[in-house]
């Protein structure tokens, strides 16, 4: 049968494609009938394929039988009180006797949901049940498996009472087994225990005698072990610290003899041979860098060091070489050199096989390196690399010192008197003996606390006790770089200037900021008169001070201030020993720091494995747990649990049977090295929850390579799944997009256009409807106009047509949608950001949330696409950006129509422009051209008025020599002019010799208006300008205010100047025409003149009249020879391709018996 176009049945005719009626309960008969649509399509009748599948005549409809799906439903399920049956949204029920209306609540949740769920519920019995259900989209039911709750739990129970018993049998068993087991187990236990008080007590040598293979056994043998180890801990513990103690005596050795040595050159080779006869290394070396940003060996030790800097041997700064990447500020250590690949042999040095490299820098500047080789490969431990550093740092300062000193006279005067003091100083050995032990100390301290606050505490309390000073207190600089923080002081001074937060300006005045700033220390022996000074109110006893600056690896992050009761009570040799205190202080201060850090990355390392976003674990060569992280203890449900899954779990544990085998069968293959990847697998919660995650493991091998643990990974890959639903939903939409796209280049209408975007939103199933909305200004008030509109059919709705306005200033939408952004509310009735008007009106259109999404065109909203539901639901976030899409498509393509109307317009603007400039060139009479211009631009640019005026030979006036309409001719009849002067819009223009336009003409003072063209709103004047020369004007009036745009001037323009070229070009054709006419009447007098005299001269009396002929009469070939010679020069020619016939009788039929032949060319 043919259907209706509307409707389920049209709706497989409209598709085109087959069609399913949802389920449904006839009430006339009592049963549920489901129908099959297809349509009926006539190939035979189609040209092609594609007009056939656009012509369908008819629908074959079908009904299906319904007692398979009975069948299917009644089949045996294999569990006792098991139903599965249908339900339809209007509450009937299929395979299922009852005349039940009334739907329970797991029931009716199942049909407001349309998905999928599970629960315990009551069922249509008012039965206890437990029951899952799945909404069917193609028949439109709800499909429920249920179970009574008795029957369900009836094996639960049985096995509950089976457990009882069991566990009370056991309990009794383990009682005994306890009491067995106590004896053999308390003893061994009490003899652990005495002997782990021994060890506590001090006694290194007590050890368990127990012969037993048992976990006690065990343990007593780890004791003994322990024992052992801790007795050989205590034993070489002097050692390790005597060694420290050397190699940190060795340091501030070579630091003393730096610091001794102020000239440059000196200096440096007692480095590098101090360095190499302590340390006995194979080569020591320095570089500085030169002006060319070269690396040069400055000092060399030995011979070959010697050789080197002679011949001034170099490196390239940055270089492919240890020595040149050292100088960018980057430490190079290469304890084999064979492995190193930046690494440069030297022809000098051919036994290297460690090399550290260390630069020397200052306040982030390097200013060379220190080179150190040897012959040994792994020669550098962490503590020599320390230690060089150290001398590094001292060498910079020594190097930077040496410079200042050569650079500065009195520098060097001041240094010799220093080392004359150092001389004299030599004799007070005993004074430097308590120095050097002091120092001594205070590197024992600096190795004993790694807290740093109780170092720097001890270490001043030290400095005070040991020199006898009146104060000594340690600064740190704070984050901000902006103070000096005291954070130790000695006495009741220091303690109550740390409670007051003592703390110094860096860019202040005192001794701490000066010596802080400049890196260096400074000694004021009578602290009143020094110019750096800083009164404390905490010290009133200061007579003398000096500050030491703490630097460590180039940084300056600190000072120590030792005060005094005396004046005068600091010497410059003083210097060395406390600031190598200060140095060893700012050394162990940077190392607590470092060793703070170190266990904070710890910290933050357990923090991040345990918060990763994928779950970790460690399995034993079985597949027990050995280490899991709290991520994958979330993922298994066991969260805050490790302790009880640790060395206790399998991981197979925690998985499904199939996923158990899988990974049961996947363990040897790990067990032979093979990384197994994306292995998926099924966790089983306690709730008896599924989990799906991917795993990857990686098998760990030891020396021996014996499998030692599987390092694992998991992801939990339902993220990925849903990632992997909402692609497809992208791609549905992004085909939806696609097709609306094509569709809309194709489209000429506007309506078509509101429709195909109708169409592409229609897929995202609104409930209530769509409607697209347009703004206009109808009388300067803004109006919203309904342009296009879609019911859903599902329901009935309020009637509203199309074409339907609504005030905008009304339903107070100029902040809401005029502001452009997508507007999104669930409850639009309650929305408090709509007025109550918008409410009521959305109220009665029954449409309780919403989208509406803006239309743009010239980058300002037009109006906007309104999506409805006619239920209060919130909108996925899917399904907005589907909408906002759609909405811009719509935007270009309504902003491509324009623009295609605007270019086909322009085209007829620019084809007049042509046709004017065709006839410019073919008409050369201006009464023909100009009123043909006029007509032909008011005619194609629909204007008001055209006209056209030429200025007077007097420039006074602009006269009217052409203009449209009625109103035209009598304007031209009365010779209409205007003066030529800035009373007149013409005349402006004239004298301005610019386009002058006028949007509002009634806004214009100099305009006149005139009593034949009364509807005049706007115009534009375009002076006519030749060689510079204004000639006249072109004069458009129209209707409409602000009616010019630019490109409308411009195309005017372009007619205004070739019309001007074409009025010079006629006024010259017309004096050329004039000058035509008298050389002809010259020229004729001249050739009259010239026969006479011609025919004189043969003496023939008969005057015979001259023929003048044109260039289409013919002549003898021979002609030119009958007239004489003197006669031909003036010019008596004729065109030679032309000369080929006789000459014939004229209309008379007289003879000519002589004539003169004179071609008369103009150009």
Known sequence: FIPPSGGERGGALNQLSPYVQPLFHDESINEFILYIFVPVIPKNLAIDETEAASEPVGVLMGKVQLQPLQQILQQPSGLQGVETYLVTPDNHFFNVDTNSTQLPSGIQTGLELKGF??????????????????????????????????????????????????????????????????????????????????????????????????????????????????????????????????????????????????????????????????????????????????????????????????????????????????????????????????????????????????????????????????????????????????????????????????????????????LRDLQNASQDLAYRSVQLHTAAQVSKATNTFLDSQELIQQVVELIKKQFNYYYVGLFLVDTAKKWAVLKAGTGEAGQEQINDIHRLDLSGSSMVSWCIRHGQARIANDVAQDDIRYVNEYLPGTQAEIALPLIARGEIFGAISIQSTDKNAFSDEDIDILQTMADHIATALQNAQLYSEAQASRARFYDLYNKAPAGYHTLSGDGTLLEINDTELKMLGYEGQKEALINQRKITDFMDVKSKSLFRSILPQIAKGEHIQNLELVYVRPDESL???????????????????????????????????????????????????????????????????????????????????????????????????????????????????????????????????????????????????????????????????????????????????????????????????????????????????????????????????????????????????????????????????????YQQCAILKAATGEAGKKLLAEKFKVSIDKQSIIGTAVIQRQVKITFDVHQENIYSSHPLLPETNSEVVLPLIVRDNVIGVLDVQNTREKPFNEKDVLVLQTIADQLANAIYVAHLFENERAATRKIQELHKRYLQEKWDAYLQHEGNLEQTPIIIENSERVLPPDWPAQIPMDIRETKVITNDEQTNAYLSNDANGDTYHSILASPLTLR
């Open 691 to 953: 989990l799906t995650v991917l795993m990857t493991a990686t098998p760990i091998f030891d020396q021996q390579g014996h499998l030692k643990e599987i390092y694992a990974s998991v992801q939990d890959i339902t993220q990925l799944k849903e990632i992997e639903v909402a692609r497809e939903a992208l791609l549905t939409e992004a085909n939806i997009l696609n097709s609306l796209g094509h569709q809309l280049l194709t489209l000429e209408s506007t309506e078509a256009i509101y429709m195909a975007c109708i169409d592409a939103i229609k897929t995202a199933k609104p409930t209530r409807g769509i409607a697209i909305f347009m703004y206009k200004f109808v009388q300067g008030q803004m109006m919203i106009e309904l342009v296009a509109l879609w019911n859903n059919p599902d329901h009935g709705w309020p009637p509203i047509s199309v074409g339907t306005s609504f005030s905008a200033a009304e339903l107070e939408l100029e902040s809401l949608f005029l502001s452009g952004n997508t507007i999104v509310s669930a409850d639009s009735t309650a929305d408090d950001r709509f007025p109550e008007a918008l409410q009521q009106l959305l109220d009665f259109l029954q449409m309780k949330s919403l989208v509406g999404t803006p239309i743009w065109y010239g980058g300002k909203a037009v109006g906007f696409i309104l999506i409805g539901n006619h239920i209060t639901s919130a909108f996925r976030d899917e399904a907005i950006r589907f909408f906002e899409r759609v909405a811009q498509q719509m935007s270009v393509s309504l902003e491509n129509k324009s623009l295609l109307e605007e270019a086909q317009q322009r085209a007829n603007q620019l084809e007049a422009a042509a046709e004017v400039a065709k006839s410019t060139t073919i008409e050369v009479d201006l009464s023909v051209l100009l009123p043909q211009t006029v007509e032909l631009i008011r005619e194609v640019f629909g204007y008001y008025h055209v006209s056209i005026f030429l200025v007077d030979d």
């Open 117 to 418: 769920g599970h629960g315990t519920y009551h069922n249509y019995e008012d039965e206890a049940v437990v029951g899952a259900f799945r909404w069917i989209d193609n028949l439109d039911v709800l499909l429920l498996t249920e179970q009574r709750q008795y029957e369900a739990l009836k094996n639960i129970q049985q096995i509950t009472h089976s457990y009882t018993i069991v566990v009370i049998l056991t309990g009794a068993i383990a009682i005994l087994i306890a009491f067995f087991l106590a004896n053999r187990i308390i003893i061994p236990i009490n003899k652990l225990t005495q002997v782990a008080t021994a060890i506590a007590s001090g006694d290194r040598y007590p050890t368990i005698n127990i012969q037993r293979t048992d976990e006690i056994g065990t343990l007593a043998r780890a004791f003994n072990h322990m024992t052992n180890q801790l007795r050989d801990l205590i034993n070489t513990l002097e050692n390790r610290v005597a060694r420290r103690t050397q190699l940190l005596e060795t340091s501030a050795e070579v630091g003393r003899h730096i610091s001794d040595i102020l000239d440059l050159e000196e200096l440096l080779v007692q480095v590098v041979n101090l360095v190499k006869e302590r340390f006995n290394y194979y080569h020591v070396q320095v570089f500085l860098i030169d002006d060319e940003r070269n690396l040069v060996v400055c000092a060399g030790a030995g011979p070959i060091g010697q050789k080197m800097v002679a011949q001034r041997y170099r490196l390239k700064l940055g270089g492919k070489s240890l020595v040149g990447q050292a100088g960018l500020g980057e430490l190079q250590l290469a304890n084999d050199v064979s492995q190193s690949p930046i690494w440069l042999s030297n022809e000098f040095l051919p036994e290297t096989k460690a090399e550290l490299v260390l630069p020397l820098q200052r306040g982030g500047e390097t200013i060379g390196v220190l080179d150190v080789q040897s012959d040994h490969i792994n020669a550098f431990s962490d503590n020599e690399v320390t230690m060089l550093q150290s001398i590094a740092d001292q060498l910079t300062i020594a190097v930077r010192n040496a410079r200042l000193f050569q650079e500065s006279e009195t520098a060097r005067r001041n240094t010799e008197t220093l």
